[in-house]
């Protein structure tokens, strides 16, 4: 089956820097590739997702970014901020587009933002 | 974006006795749920795919026999914890996929449910 890797663990940046979180994923099938950003005791919420036709996708202060040669994708938010602080997810699935999302998320990573 | 509503969002049961959490999808109708358990500071993993008027897929170490669910309803979606015991204390969360006008699907986490078995 599909193995997510995720890095770093933690993460902690001075508010404005950017962040930068990497996944890499095994099963050259998966073709979706969705972020998450979790805050303790509640669901995950859906940031930013990306599918395997494309190489780069941003939505303002977030970016996303697939190499599928290489089969990682990372995840970018510039100009960070403290209600940014929470823990990420990546995750990654495969099938065509009328078929169940079945996510295998990634460790995830705790980011925090300094003042 | 759609709703997924999870209830309850905390139970506490004691040991030996069954608890069930509910799964719905308030605004679109949802042939697949899944559910996860999410131990603190760890991820998310699932548990099972859950299929609207059939059986329910495990993933591998996944009792089916403790874990009982029921997707009576292209809405609904519930995980009966049976026999608890106190490692089956954690985080539940269920998530319903949503296809889109472009054919493309979606996946909408519930906001879960701590339950604690004492």
């Known amino acids: 089956g599909e193995n997510v890797e995720q890095h770093p663990s933690t993460l902690s940046v001075q508010e404005g820097d950017s962040a930068v979180i990497k996944c890499t994923y095994s099963?050259?099938?998966?073709?979706?590739f969705p972020w998450y950003k979790q805050e303790l005791g509640k669901r995950p919420q859906l940031i930013i997702d990306?599918?395997?036709?494309?190489g780069e996708k941003k939505d303002q202060r977030i970016a996303v970014t697939l190499n599928k040669t290489a089969k990682h994708f990372s995840l970018h938010i510039t100009e960070t901020q403290p209600e940014d602080s929470a823990v990420y997810f990546c995750?990654?699935?495969?099938?065509?587009?009328?078929?169940?999302?079945?996510?295998?998320f990634g460790s995830g990573t705790q980011l925090t933002v300094l003042p | 974006g759609a709703v997924v509503s999870q209830h309850p969002s905390r139970v506490i049961c004691k040991s030996g006795t069954s608890v069930k959490i509910e799964c719905r999808s308030l605004?679109?109708?949802?042939?697949?749920m899944f559910w996860y358990r999410q131990f603190p500071k760890q991820s998310l993993m699932l548990m099972a795919t859950?299929?609207?008027?059939?059986?329910?897929?495990?993933e591998q170490g996944v009792e089916k026999d403790k874990f009982l669910i029921n997707h009576a309803s292209l809405t609904l979606s519930t995980l009966t914890v049976t026999s608890a015991h106190p490692e089956d204390s954690s985080f539940y969360i269920c998530?319903?996929?949503?296809?889109?006008?472009?054919?493309?699907?979606?996946?909408?986490f519930g906001e879960g449910s701590w339950l604690t078995v004492v």
């Open positions: 998530s319903a996929r949503q296809k889109d006008r472009a054919g493309g699907n979606t996946i909408y």
């Open positions: 099963d050259s099938a998966s073709n979706y």
């Open positions: 990306i599918r395997s036709n494309v």
């Open positions: 995750a990654a699935s495969k099938g065509s587009s009328g078929s169940a999302r079945q996510l295998t």
């Open positions: 605004d679109f109708q949802a042939t697949t």
């Open positions: 859950s299929n609207e008027g059939s059986k329910a897929t495990y």
